[in-house]
């Protein structure tokens, strides 16, 4: 048994009839990455920056950005590493970068929108990822994208700083850019985002809350978190469908992607990368083994046609034996 389970580190993650799926880690600093390592991650789906600055009692300056985003691209020896740009605002504040008071935080001034105003903070971060993508597989992606301008805005901002290092004799790497799609009117235009992004990660914990108008960590309605509601499934099909009509990759980093009643239709669905915390990692592994991507594809369609969360849920549950 736990032999078993030492070879599940280092095994391809396949499902049963022979399907290669990405299994990644989601980290929060580079503490984490010991644990990625050793849970046999095949990369890092989700860096979330923030703690950079939130560890911090002053803006962090590009060198200190800069060796900490080279430590993660070196220790995982050119597997990807997803490094999402800063996403504060909302419930996570910065002392020295007073935000103003909002009604509705979690629709305000956050994540992108913060560092598409502030792009000396935003250029800092990306002449950070820019040096640091010599020493690995380092991608980017931008966090909270409502709008394409927004992500051409930020692509643009990218190129800049790209461009000046590079007149300026340095290095960089071959970088891909990335959205999260965690805004509904993103995720229903993932068709027409898919032709201008490198990758698109699916961001769940936001996505079902923006797209239910619920708050799962208001006890008064987080009946109305629905992982599997058909309405959001049938976002993140669409999400998935358009990525690969245009060859892109198609991820998720929300806790959803580990999620085990999920897994079976995401993977009937097709999702190429599996972003979740390191201990969800073999585990999640051990369940690909055991499942035939044709049958779970076949469950997604009457999933898909299904009308409540808890449908699906006992839909899954029921087929659990019969998709293996
Ligand atoms: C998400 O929204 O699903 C996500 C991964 O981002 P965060 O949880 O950091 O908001
Ligand atoms: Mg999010």
């Excluded at 703690?51 to 803006?59: I, K, V």
């Excluded at 068709?191 to 996505?207: C, H, P, R, W, Y």
């Excluded at 669905?269 to 076949?298: H, P, V, W």
Aim: aromatic letters at 8%.
């Amino acid at each position: 048994q736990k032999d078993e389970w030492e070879k599940l580190k280092t095994a391809e993650t396949l499902s049963k009839d022979g399907v290669h799926h990405t299994i990644a880690a989601n980290i929060g600093t580079p503490q984490d990455i010991q644990a990625v390592l050793d849970n046999g991650a095949e990369g890092i789906g989700l860096f979330r920056s923030e703690f950079l600055y939130m560890n911090s009692a002053e803006l962090p300056t590009e060198d200190e950005q800069f060796e900490a985003y080279k430590s993660a691209v070196s220790k995982l020896d050119n597997k990807p590493v997803v490094v999402r740009t800063m996403d504060v605002g909302g419930d996570k504040k910065l002392p020295y970068l007073p935000l103003p008071a909002e009604m509705n935080p979690f629709m305000g001034y956050r994540a992108i929108r913060i560092s598409l105003d502030r792009d000396d903070i935003f250029r800092t971060q990306l002449r950070a990822l820019l040096r640091a993508s010599n020493f690995g597989n380092l991608w980017i992606m931008f966090p909270m994208i409502a709008t394409l301008d927004e992500f051409r805005a930020a692509k643009a901002i990218y190129n800049e700083e790209r461009q000046k290092l590079i007149d300026a004799g340095q290095k960089v790497g071959d970088i891909k850019l990335g959205i999260m799609i965690e805004i509904p009117a993103a995720a229903v235009l993932a068709d027409q985002f898919a032709k201008e992004v490198d990758f698109m990660s699916i961001g769940t914990n936001d996505l079902i809350g923006y797209s239910m108008a619920a708050d799962r960590t208001n006890e008064r309605v987080s009946y109305l978190y629905q992982p599997y509601n058909p309405a959001i499934l049938r976002l993140i099909k669409h999400v998935v469908d358009s990525a690969h009509k245009e060859g892109k990759v198609a991820a998720m980093c929300g806790e959803m992607a580990g999620d085990q009643i999920a897994v079976p239709l995401l993977l009937g669905m097709g999702l190429d990368e599996f972003s979740m915390s390191a201990t969800s990692i073999l585990k999640t592994r051990l369940l690909f083994k055991e499942l035939d991507s044709k049958k779970a594809a076949k469950l997604v369609e009457k999933a898909l046609q299904a009308q409540t969360n808890d449908e699906v849920k006992n839909m899954v549950e029921e087929a659990m034996d019969s998709l293996k």
